[in-house]
């Protein structure tokens, strides 16, 4: 009985474990069959989401290379619509519209090539390759119209020697994997092109900052709207292109910044073009504002010289100098009497190279008297005088418009009247005609 009963509690045990391995077999088949499922589910929602990336890509190359083309072509007609033709914007026009036509063949051959395709790496090589110069491009542009001839050359052999760099280690890398497939060298492409884009973004702006501190020196005037319009629109240029070497290694990434950037170049591309129907012929003086000064430099030198032959002379060549000065002041002092009385402080587009053409003398003279005789200089100088002139005629006439005195008196916009008023009386000039009323 005992036996009996051992056999079959071993028996039932067994049955038992064979049940539960069946169990947990089962159990493993259907977990294994989630499994395959889940993986099976996410490589089909992968590849869903690829196309969509890939699709959403490829419209967004269609419409950057639609678009860049009509930009190219909206810059190159507007050159039939200005008034008249100022060398250096033309110059810069032909090198913007260029920069739109290597965007748009860049555009052209990511779609019908493919690259983003073929991998986010190879998308990345081609627009590196095809980006360097046409922001190259667009940089000069904005250096040709802002800097001077030295500070243009200079730019154009550093980038060109950064460039040069760059497409020999595109070649080397082709050559070497076969492909454009690169490896580790796109990284060192990568690099030379965040370099660069540092370059364009900091030379651009430094030469903006250098030029709107010349004109604060040199001109009385404001800056007119489209010429603000068109300084915001190159700072939202440099901000969005400091983000262009991280979005291009990242197709998802580049679905966000490239519509951005795409916004940025037609407003700055639309403030350039609306830059050349106002300029005029006086407006940028830059070729002429050099000659003028590197004359005066060489004067310079001259009476130095001349100074230093004097001083060996002795004590009557430093008397002559002296006379000689004072009596120059008196002669500068008397023509600007002469220039204020004829009110040619109306004329809201004088400079002081302007001024000193007018007066017959150099602009380092004039410099030199309005440091010593005003102890001021000449924009402080000039805007002391609109604001009087503004005074006398809000007195005399209380019915004219502030629009109407401040072009009478020669403030290149309303804004620089207001402005004036606020430094001078702390009040706006409504608010001063009411205090006054």
């Known amino acids: 009985m005992k036996r009996e009963r051992i056999g079959g509690i071993c028996c039932l045990k067994r049955m038992d474990t064979a049940l539960k ?78 920069s739109m036509v290597i965007f748009c063949i860049h555009y052209f051959l990511q779609m019908t090539q493919r690259f983003r395709a073929q991998g986010a790496d190879v998308g990345a090589v081609i627009n590196i390759m095809f980006y360097t110069p046409a922001i190259f491009a667009i940089t000069l542009s904005i250096i040709n119209m802002e800097s001077t001839r030295n500070v243009m050359r200079r730019y154009c052999l550093r980038s060109a ?154 004590a009557d060549g430093q008397a002559d100098l002296n006379f000689f000065s004072q009596k120059r002041m008196k002669e500068i002092g008397t023509a600007l009497e002469k220039w204020c009385d004829d009110r040619m402080y109306k004329d809201c ?23 010593l005789s005003q102890h001021t200089n000449f924009r402080t100088w000039l805007s002391d005088i609109r604001f009087n002139e503004a005074v006398r005629m809000m007195k005399e006439r209380p019915d004219f418009s502030n629009d109407a005195i401040s072009t009478e008196c020669g403030f290149s916009s309303h804004t620089q009247i207001y402005r004036i008023f606020k430094q001078k009386t702390g009040l706006s000039p409504n608010q001063w005609r009411e205090q006054m009323t």
């Open 21 to 98: 391995k069946g169990v947990v077999w089962e159990i493993l088949m259907k977990n294994a069959s989630f499994l395959r499922k889940y993986l099976y589910f996410c490589i089909s929602f992968s590849n869903y989401l690829i196309q969509i990336i890939m699709t959403s890509i490829f419209i967004l190359q269609l419409i950057c290379c639609t678009i860049t083309g009509m930009l190219g072509l909206h810059i190159a007609v507007a050159s039939l619509q200005v008034r008249w033709k100022e060398r250096r914007y033309e110059t810069s026009r032909w090198l913007l519209c260029g």
């Open 161 to 314: 020697a950064a460039y040069a760099l760059i497409v020999a280690i595109f070649i080397f890398g082709v050559f070497s994997n076969k492909s454009l497939h690169l490896g580790d060298l796109l990284y060192v492409m990568l690099a030379l092109f965040v370099v660069s884009m540092a370059y364009f973004i900091y030379a651009s702006y430094t030469e903006v900052l250098k030029r709107n501190k010349k004109l604060q020196e040199e001109s009385a005037g404001d800056l007119l709207p489209h010429v603000r319009y068109a300084r915001a629109s190159l700072m939202m240029v440099c901000v969005s292109a400091a983000f262009l070497p991280i979005a291009i290694l990242f197709n998802t990434l580049l679905l966000l910044v490239g519509p951005l950037m795409l916004f940025v170049l037609i407003f700055f591309v639309y403030s350039f073009i609306s830059l050349g129907y106002y300029i005029t012929p006086g407006d940028n003086m830059q070729e002429e504002q050099e000659d003028l000064e590197e004359q005066e430099k060489s004067d310079a030198s001259t009476d130095q010289s001349a100074y230093g032959d004097q001083q060996d002379a002795g």
């Open 349 to 371: 587009n004088v400079t002081i190279y302007s001024l000193a053409a007018n007066l017959g003398c150099k602009k380092n003279e004039l410099t030199e008297y309005f440091n």
